[in-house]
């Protein structure tokens, strides 16, 4: 920001009209200050509020909404006025310490107002950041005096000041501001605009701009991360919890606080294995992909990570933050993790899904303002809810046996489970290992734990004396889509339509069996859970059999052929 847009110091009306200046008189000094971001972003012209020498109320009235809290301000003593006497040419001229003569460049003498301007814009030019970053430093390591924090109007005021030549710079600022006014200094008191009369009450009405880090949590099951995700039970999921680092421009602006809590479903473990990553693109950063600017392994030095009930907390330490001030200023961290799906009822099926939440809290200098944004993450899997049923009451559902193929990714499916009801746990590459289904003894039969693909059922074995199905049977799973949209901090006098996290319902989970769109149970209060069917084994046809119906028939044939002959013989011999 251009040094003339940084400070904007004017003077009240032309109360206090006096030639030469009252060394007995006190002078105070009154700060507004406000959010130009914010103001800018509103369609409010600040370019039209500059120094004119008189108190502005139009800026005061015109940008009250903007008005920023928690500012700091510290003051410094550095030089009296003094009028110069040499040769007949008469001068104000101050005679500043060596040291910050030094930081400005000055050489070891009196100057003008003019050269200490000019010094202190090739400063801030040459190298913004350590201009900045010396200049407070030197204000607060000599002793300089804390003004009031910015009130609710964004004013702080100091009264009873010395008459002298003061450096001002900004020491502590809440979470939402990144680029602090440069520092200034500020006669006490100062000619007015117009060069008429000196002013003892001093106000003025610099600006700051404000930058606030963003979240987004993702998930993935193929190595593809987005906001949903299916996936199995017993399957190893990849979390990235994306966050852009805010802009960090001074040590006023310098981070204190970087902390991230972690709420995972409770169907869903944490396999303990955190690390962080920086990245310069939120594509990388998102994906997984190209090479990170740095990455800590390992909890301990720079971060530290503790676990809950189903929450996990990483907090960066004061190592951490100081790797993070300022060279990590703007760049994506990645808290990358995984996490296992269990195998058991703790997972929820359907279209509630198994929903992840992360919050992050941050803060800047001013470690009484923090802020939190969240976001939301969500996993859905699904079942099979099965009835067997026979053509005569006399077959037995526990003989029946089922193999299930994964035909999108091409696995058999392994679970485990009793009495009808099981729960996936994993995968087999070919059907030697597959699990063997079966129902319970009245024909129920429960998978839980289905990511949203294809699946091939076969019945390999029923009860004796029924037929088996002639084919297999296609069940096609369609998951839900929920949409989410972070929540975002709120920029002040801006009207905030992302406070909370957004959550727009898109679809519906739907199940199909060959083809055939078919209904689905809910599993509590989570709809749309497991695809309903019911299978019908008929007994077989019936052969003929050794030692009966067949062996009875040929006897009365027999029995048939023999009377036959008797009768032919008794005939012949009557002819005889």
Known sequence: MAFALALLCTVPAKADTEDIIDTGRAASLTIYKYDLTAAQQAGVNVSAYTADGEQDTAAEAALSSYALKGVEFTCLYVAAIETDTSDGNIQVLYDLPDALESILGLSTDKHTSDEINTALAAALSSDHTAAKNALEAYVTDNGGT????????????????SQGLYLVVETAVPEEVYYTTDPFFVSLPMTDATGDYWVYDVYCYPKNQTNNPTIDKLVSEDGS?????????????????????????SEATYLSQYTIVDTISSGIVYNKDTKILFYSSETDA????????????????????????????????????????????????VVAYSATVSSDSTVVLGDTGNPNTVDLTYSRSNTVYTNTIEDVANVYTYGINLTKTFGSDSGDATDVQFVIQNSTDIYWVVAAGSNGVYYVTGQAADESGATKFSPDADGSLIINGLEADTYTMTEVQ???????????????????????????????????????????????????????????????????????????????????????????????????????????ISKSRRKA
């Open 146 to 161: 804390k003004m009031s924090e910015t009130d609710a109007y964004g004013r702080t005021k100091s009264s009873n000041m």
């Open 225 to 249: 991360f987005a906001d949903i995700a299916t996936a199995s039970e017993g399957d190893v999921l990849d979390y990235r919890i994306v966050t852009k680092l805010p802009s960090i421009t």
């Open 462 to 568: 029923t009860s004796d004396g029924f037929s088996l199905l002639k084919n297999s049977i296609t069940i096609s799973f369609t998951q839900t889509v929920d949409s989410y949209i972070p929540s975002a901090a709120t920029i002040t006098g801006l009207a905030n339509e992302y406070e909370e996290v957004t959550v727009t319902h898109v679809n519906d989970a739907s199940a199909a069996v060959d083809g055939s769109v078919t209904s689905m149970s809910s599993d509590g209060a989570s709809v749309n859970a497991r695809v309903d069917m019911s299978i019908l084994n008929s007994v077989t046809f019936t052969l003929p059999q050794t030692g009966g119906l067949g062996t009875i028939l040929f006897t009365l044939a027999g029995a048939l052929a023999v009377i036959f002959g008797v009768a032919v």
């Open 286 to 333: 998102k994906n997984g992909t190209g090479t990170p600017a740095a990455a800590w392994d390992s909890a301990g030095t720079y971060f530290t990570v503790s676990y809950g009930t189903s929450t996990m907390t990483v907090a960066m330490t004061a190592s951490g933050i100081g790797q993070i001030n300022p060279a990590y200023s703007n760049l994506y961290l």
